[in-house]
């Protein structure tokens, strides 16, 4: 089980727009709630958003809620975050994870360290 790459970073001015893919191997998006976190330089490693496995309920941190949307599609067995509106804070490492036992909500996102499979990272650049 694992997510086999992750892509879609890259540098944008401020208010641009990028789209982060993050593909699993190994598991069904049935399966499992998947989430967005990032990681600034020098800050703690954040919950962004995630979507359940079930009925594609989505939850977000306050911090992107109505900028970032997050979706998935089965077939492709890929999740997505498309982010707007980006701002100088949003420049990060944004990872995509997964967790066996916790559904989406306001618990997944504060689960950093709970998380049992990782995306390999994709820069993401907000600057002028």
């Known amino acids: 089980l694992r997510f086999s790459w992750a892509s879609g970073g890259g540098l944008v001015q401020p208010g641009g727009s990028l789209r982060l893919s993050c593909r699993t191997a190994?598991?069904?998006?049935?399966?499992?709630?998947v989430g967005w976190f990032r990681q600034a330089p020098g800050k703690e490693r954040e919950g962004l958003s995630c979507i359940s496995s079930s009925d594609g309920s989505t939850h977000y941190s306050d911090s992107v809620k109505g900028r970032f949307t997050i979706s998935k599609d089965r077939e492709q067995r890929t999740v997505y975050l498309q982010m707007n509106s980006l701002k100088f804070e949003d420049t990060a490492v944004y990872y995509c994870?997964?967790?066996?036992?916790?559904?989406?909500?306001?618990?997944?996102?504060?689960?950093?360290?709970?998380?049992?499979?990782w995306g390999k990272g994709t820069l993401v650049t907000v600057s002028s």
């Open positions: 994870a997964t967790d066996f036992m916790l559904p989406c909500g306001r618990d997944y996102l504060v689960s950093v360290n709970r998380m049992d499979y």
């Open positions: 190994g598991f069904s998006l049935d399966q499992f709630a």
